[in-house]
């Protein structure tokens, strides 16, 4: 068939004679190439595959405070006065008088007791105006007979106390948290022809095995 191409294009002329021969050598050319075996190979490709999206949230950071110890003034300075000493006493004792002298109207009998016409005695009682006299006792007490007095006075320092209390260092604020995508690489294999082409990649990744 290929002699009989030749003599076609020898006919007709020089020119198309040439361009017949090419096309005949690149023709069996590719009958030759399509009668030898095919040789492949492993194409090794690596794929990153995203398992968590990335993720941003609001969180409120609470106010920080701080304890802190202050002085505070409980009781201002003062003088105060010296007490003076406690006075002296003395135990006396004094008649004081209780009643005063008096006269009274008492019933007794008659002082002349010839005189009563019966024998009963009561029958001849007189009433008679007599004296009381003044009534004392004899009582004790307590005397000053020494007092001190001071012009002495001494100075009260200020009083002052510790507390504890809690001052704010920083108010709560809203913070942005970033939590980043996480992503893993496939690495697979492939069996492709040496002289592949982007068809052939995707025809492998059908049978394709990893390592």
Known sequence: MITQLIHYFFNQNKTRFLVGTILCVLWGNSIIAQNQPVKYQYLTTTNFVMTK?????????????K??????????????????LPPIYETVKELIKVSKASTKWVK????????????????CQIWVLVEVPARYE?????????RYYSQKT???????????K????????IKTIIIPSEVISIT?????????KEKDIDA???NFFPD
């Open 108 to 123: 007794r009998l008659s002082a002349f007791p010839n005189c009563c016409l019966t024998a009963n005695p009561n029958d």
């Open 166 to 173: 809690q001052i704010l260092v920083s108010p709560p604020v």
């Open 188 to 196: 697979r294999r492939f069996v492709v022809p040496e002289n592949y």
């Open 138 to 146: 004899l009582i004790e007490k307590q005397v000053m007979i020494k």
């Open 154 to 164: 001494i100075a009260i320092p200020m009083e002052y106390e510790i507390i504890k």
């Open 53 to 65: 999206e990335k993720v941003i949230e609001k969180v409120i950071q609470p106010a920080i405070y």
């Open 67 to 84: 304890t802190v110890f202050d002085t505070v003034l409980v009781k201002p300075s003062s003088m105060e006065l010296i007490p003076p």
């Open 204 to 206: 492998a990744k059908r």
